[in-house]
């Protein structure tokens, strides 16, 4: 598989990367076919994951670590997060030793700032960032979920690394961060990694809608309504390519420079799907299109 460069860095990852939020959910995915469904994607040439420490309350990080045994540990390029409620010096050191222990490793590749805690100083965090990255217990550090002015005040306490890269909501239909900080990051050299890089699924044709709640199955119906124009331009343009809707979709990020979309999958067919989706390029008619259907749509909340 190709490999892209991660940010200002010299670290080539794959450019597609395994979310792992489902691993650990037992409800979602057994332990076993997580492991197996991890293997996989390895073998198949997705060497990036990423995970969090909340993620299934630490047990994602326990599956990946097992998962991750029958490999060298350098042909794995492992990003984790330190959750909100840990970014007190202290707790963030406490923290990655957790991370460390569950993923039965020394160091993590990436290790991100989950969520921005505006009742703990940012200078705080980034100095034990800092430490984590200087005693070796990860190769790189960055953040999630953190806009402009916070990225930039981050990267003022730092002396000794810097950000490589900024984990955030990205896709062909949610672009808020295509106003600012992408643009900062890429004249930065700072990697965007981009979740729900599928729309929660509802970008390729998902219908299915489940939860408790009447008005939360009202939003979602009207919002799946709403992008139908979008929806239906995506798979036009994946039939007269002969490609899915996934591989489009995913393709849309996979050209900007220094995006790397993230994924979800609990099945090696969707798997297998979605790495379709790397080693060509849309066409700018094609994106044209794209965008026209983008704008045909007028929607003041994502659901």
């Known amino acids: 598989m190709e ?49 969090a420490e909340v993620y299934g309350n630490g047990m994602s990080e326990t599956i990946i670590g097992k998962a991750i045994k029958k490999f060298k540990r350098d042909e794995v390029f492992i990003i984790t997060k330190v959750s909100i409620d840990h970014l007190r010096y202290d707790d963030v050191l406490k923290a990655i030793e957790g991370s460390l222990r569950r993923l039965d490793t020394s160091y993590v590749d990436l290790y991100l700032v989950h969520w921005p805690n505006h009742y703990v100083p940012i200078r705080e965090t980034a100095k034990a960032m800092e430490r984590v ?44 961060v295509e106003k600012e900080v992408l643009p900062y990051m890429n004249n930065e050299d700072i990697s965007l990694l981009a979740y729900d890089s599928l729309g929660l699924g509802y970008l390729v044709g998902r219908k299915e809608i489940k939860n408790e709640y009447r008005w939360y199955i009202l939003a979602r119906e009207a919002y799946i309504k709403n992008i139908q124009p979008l929806i239906e331009e995506i798979e036009r343009i994946a039939k007269e390519l002969g490609k899915t809707p996934a591989q489009i979709v995913l393709n849309w990020l996979l050209i900007k420079n220094n995006v790397f979309p993230i994924f979800n999958t609990t099945k090696e067919s969707h798997l297998k799907d979605n790495l379709g989706s790397i080693g060509w390029k849309l066409s700018n008619e094609e994106l044209s299109k794209l965008e026209d259907s983008v704008k045909k749509i007028k929607i003041d909340y994502f659901v």
């Not at 076993?32 to 990036?48: C, H």
């Not at 200087?134 to 306490?157: D, Q, T, V």
């Not at 950000?163 to 239909?173: P, S």
Request: proline share 2%.
């Open 133 to 176: 990255y200087k005693e070796g217990k990860a190769r790189y550090i960055g953040l999630s979920n953190f806009s402009l002015p916070l990225l930039r005040e981050f990267r003022e306490y730092l002396s000794k690394t810097d950000v490589a890269a900024n984990e955030l909501h990205y896709n062909i239909l949610f672009r808020d």
């Open 3 to 51: 490999t892209k460069r991660l940010g200002w860095t010299d670290e080539k990852i794959s450019p597609l990367i395994l979310g792992s939020w489902e691993y650990g959910n037992s409800s979602i995915i057994d332990e076993n076919s997580a492991v197996e469904m991890i293997r996989k994607a390895i073998e198949l040439g997705v060497n990036t994951i990423d995970t």
